[in-house]
């Protein structure tokens, strides 16, 4: 089952969307991620039905494309800086987020249990609390970012605390985004919300038919924090 983004027309209503998410699950594919900034999906389609639901008219981009391409053409065009360890403004980013990030984390695990729980596997024996007890002062260990026209991306390295295995230990890889500073009525600055984008879980080793073969949505301390867009 291959993976795609989808993005909505500016009409699309919030009934209409949900019920093409509804449509999605009822056909066997899942919802990956719900962006928070742009009005779309990432999504898991089963291969006949990848054309109908390009079809439905909220689409608004037809064919879908797939997520990996997508990826790898954004990436081109937002480089990061080096990985480093967070500073203030960093730790302060991913807090405001914090209960956001272990509520996608909790839903993301028991979504891909329900049709492929090699994906968190490591955290199998884990229970929904011992998986979010990260605290990010503690636990934020690296932290990359990038600038783009609507602000800043940010990407982070968090550490599970219950995970130490044959692997090591575990950690998860967020991605936040931090708009600029916009005059506000009344005040020299007023600074956007920090948003929530998505968590990273890999599918990788594609098969001949473009099938991932391995899932995992917790990575070593080794595996290079690098932009994703999920």
């Known amino acids: 089952m291959k993976s795609y983004i989808v993005m909505f027309t500016e009409s699309a209503t919030k009934e209409e969307m949900e019920n093409y998410k ?4 009822e056909s066997g594919g899942s919802i990956k991620y719900e962006y928070d900034i742009i009005k779309g999906l990432a999504v898991s389609v089963p291969d006949n039905y990848v054309q109908s639901f390009a079809n439905d008219p909220i689409v608004r981009l037809n ?15 937002v480089p990061l800086n080096e990985p480093h360890p967070p500073n203030s403004r960093g730790i302060e980013a991913f807090n405001e987020v914090l209960p956001k990030i272990k509520q996608a984390v909790i839903s993301s695990r028991r979504n891909w249990n329900n049709h492929e729980p090699r994906m968190w596997a490591r955290a199998g024996n884990l229970s929904d609390d011992a998986l979010t ?21 940010i990407f982070g390295k968090i550490r599970i605390p219950g995970i130490n295995d044959e692997e090591g230990e575990g950690f998860i890889h967020v991605r ?37 073969t391995t899932f995992r949505a917790i990575q070593t301390r080794e595996t290079p924090l690098e932009f994703f867009n999920e």
Not at 191 to 199: G, N, Q, R, Y
């Open 176 to 212: 936040i985004h931090d708009p600029p500073n916009k005059l506000s009525p009344g005040l020299l600055q007023g600074a956007e919300d920090v948003i929530f984008h998505s968590l990273f879980t890999d599918e990788a080793n594609r098969d001949a038919d473009g099938r991932p």
């Open 133 to 153: 007890s990260f605290v990010i002062e503690d636990d934020l260990v690296e932290v990359r970012a990038g600038s783009t026209s609507y602000g800043t991306i």
């Open 63 to 77: 064919p879908l494309q797939l997520l990996d391409n997508r990826k790898f053409r954004m990436a081109d065009n």
């Open 22 to 25: 509804h449509k999605i699950q």
